[in-house]
């Protein structure tokens, strides 16, 4: 049984993607010596805030997922970043595939492959990518990390790979 009408497989491809773009994929949460530690984690950066303390005591609150390439040294977070960086550029194959198929749906729908089912395999594998980074920050990080978004995104590649096309 299909969870989406063929009809509405593009709009329902675009928005999931475009979601996923504004969701983030993981909450971490930390009690140290000095605080307790937020970590919330987008696909592109991330913001760090110590609870008690007010933004303009904080060193720096908002990292890129490049700059937290030289902030670990933790050889498990780093390879956490390192997977996290891979599904970051495969989430930008599949928002610049929506893009082409929201300004160019006759042209994009008319290809080869289905963009619908390309959009779910890149959703997909960018939750996998994602959930195997959180699994690394859970065993490398001191706290709890919660894969929100990266869930969000494994069901959401496979809701749009079930899709049934008429």
């Given at each position: ?162 899709v049934e096309r008429a």
């Amino acid at each position: 049984m299909a969870w989406v009408n063929s009809e509405y497989a593009n709009e329902l491809a675009v928005l999931a993607t475009w979601l996923s773009a504004l969701m983030p994929w993981s909450f971490s949460v930390a009690s140290l010596d000095f605080g307790t530690v937020v970590v919330i984690r987008f696909l592109f950066f991330h913001i760090q805030y110590v609870l008690g303390v007010s933004f303009g005591d904080q060193e720096q609150i908002l990292f890129t997922v490049l700059e937290l390439q030289t902030f670990y040294e933790n050889a498990q977070t780093i390879l956490a970043q390192q997977i996290w960086l891979v599904g970051a550029v495969v989430f930008v194959l599949a928002l610049a595939f929506s893009i082409a198929l929201y300004l160019a749906e006759d042209r994009v729908a008319n290809a080869r492959a289905d963009p619908v089912r390309v959009l779910g395999g890149l959703l997909f594998l960018t939750g996998l990518l994602l959930t195997a980074a959180t699994v690394l920050l859970y065993q490398s990080f001191v706290g709890v990390a919660i894969p929100l978004g990266a869930l969000f995104l494994l069901v959401f590649g496979v809701t749009l790979l079930r899709v049934e096309r008429a």
